[in-house]
């Protein structure tokens, strides 16, 4: 996509690496995961901070970068490059983002210490569900403990040919489009070997009875909606058992599953509908 910009030689050496890892980048991430310029540039710099570069190197190389690829293309906004750039700065001085991704590795190990964590085998059970749900359909905390986002027990529905788990938001917090749809979390066992579907329905066998089907989906054992607090604990108790950094939050399987997809080669336009961002 941006290859063209970056044919014209430079004697300058950091031009010329600038060029050197622009085309090292475009190898060790898939184009298709970009649907404009402009996000490609956002990932070159994101590609740049994962391998370690120091701040005043990105920029540098971000800039010459930019410059030709403007210099076919004045439209190009790099605003949002520029701003990850600028976190890329926070980071290297101890600010900013506090929250490290959730993999599927780790998310097998969070699964396997839950029965030595959870109170009970329904609690365990359920943590396993939630946690699990809450990754592979990006959700945030609130959207599984008790708040005015939760998931309604009606809401959620397990469909088969292909399987998978649909999910109804009957109100939205992430939605910029202002509409409340569907988020469909296809069964992900085949390329993670984690059985989502299995999980949901070891949990929704051990439920007890809805009272109404405006209840929560995650409730305890007395039928009383999880808390944020609860969840909190078992990921605090979690972390300690594993040596899990305390930049592991409850928005770490969101960011974790986001980021798998990106580098899946899905487009960021889908990953941001189904993240409802």
């Not at 396997?112 to 990006?138: D, E, G, K, T």
């Amino acid at each position: 996509m941006l290859e063209v910009a970056l044919l014209s030689k430079s004697s300058h050496y950091g031009n010329h690496r600038a060029e050197v890892l622009f085309q090292k980048f475009l190898v060790a991430v898939p184009r298709k995961a970009f649907d404009s310029e402009e996000q490609q540039l956002s990932g070159f710099v994101a590609w740049f901070s994962l391998e370690g570069y120091k701040p005043a190197t990105i920029k540098t190389y971000f800039a010459h970068v930019c410059k030709c690829i403007q210099s076919r293309n004045p439209s190009i906004n790099s605003s949002e490059a520029n701003s990850l750039i600028r976190g890329t700065y926070c980071l290297q001085q101890g600010k900013g983002f506090s929250r490290k991704p959730v993999t599927t590795v780790m998310l097998k190990q969070l699964i396997s210490s839950l029965p030595n964590i959870a109170v009970n085998r329904y609690m365990s059970v359920l943590w396993q569900s939630m946690v699990s749900l809450m990754f592979f359909s990006l959700l945030q905390v609130g959207e599984v403990v008790q708040s005015d986002h939760t998931l309604h027990f009606q809401n959620v529905r397990i469909s088969q040919n292909p399987c998978q788990i649909v999910l109804k938001f009957h109100m939205a917090k992430n939605d910029h489009t202002g509409q409340i749809g569907q988020v469909s979390a296809v069964h992900p066992k085949g390329d993670s070997g984690i059985d989502l579907v299995n999980k949901l329905l070891n949990y929704l066998v051990m439920r007890p009875k809805p009272k109404h089907m405006e209840e929560p989906l995650y409730v305890d054992m007395l039928g009383l909606p999880i808390s944020e607090c609860q969840f909190q604990n078992m990921l605090s108790k979690a972390k300690k058992i594993l040596g899990w950094s305390h930049w592991v939050t409850s928005h770490s399987f969101r960011m974790g599953r986001a980021t798998q997809l990106f580098l899946n080669g899905i487009l960021v336009h889908w990953i941001k509908q189904m993240g409802r961002w």
